[in-house]
């Protein structure tokens, strides 16, 4: 479901009772634990944290006037999503990821490239979401990114 939201705490206010609470504790603990350098701010109709132009003038390559990507979360039809564009490009922290998840217990990882699904709000597992935030610098995304790009 792509928002027209301007901001934030609009995208936020237009969600669904039930997806409220969920998006507002992962918006939470991904600012917490988001290293310095990353903003917050509305683009492709989710919430994002990226590297401003202010740290990376050129942009996201694909459409320079916006500032390079790195998280998303989303409230879409059937799920919560969690889009993490390093997990994408660097296999390592994937692997991680996927490790730390089947500890929780939880259920089924259902994870694509750089989306990852939560069908059910409950089981959203913050703690480890921080943990993924936390991991990775503006530099070390821009290191990443700018390697992947020249592929």
């Known amino acids: ?9 609009q995208y ?12 507002t504790e992962l918006r ?4 917490k634990n988001l290293p310095k350098g990353f903003k917050e701010g509305m683009g492709y109709g989710m919430i ?3 590297v401003p ?4 003038p050129p942009g996201y390559h694909c459409t320079p006037e916006l500032p390079l990507p790195f998280i998303s979360i989303a409230s879409q039809k059937n799920f919560i999503a969690v889009y993490h564009m390093y997990v994408y490009g660097d296999a390592k922290l994937a692997k991680w990821f996927i490790d ?21 709000p409950e089981k959203i597992p913050y703690k ?3 943990e993924l935030s936390s991991k990775i610098t503006v530099d070390d995304w821009i290191e990443v990114y700018e390697k992947n790009l020249k592929r």
């Open 53 to 56: 132009h202010s740290i990376y």
């Open 1 to 9: 479901m792509t928002s027209k939201a301007i901001t934030v705490e």
């Open 28 to 31: 939470k603990v991904i600012k």
């Open 128 to 130: 480890l979401i921080g």
């Open 12 to 23: 936020i206010a237009e969600l669904p009772e039930d997806r409220k609470k969920p998006i």
């Open 100 to 120: 730390e998840y089947a500890k929780l217990s939880i259920g089924k990882l259902d994870m694509g490239k750089s989306c990852i699904r939560f069908k059910n």
């Open 48 to 50: 994002g944290y990226v």
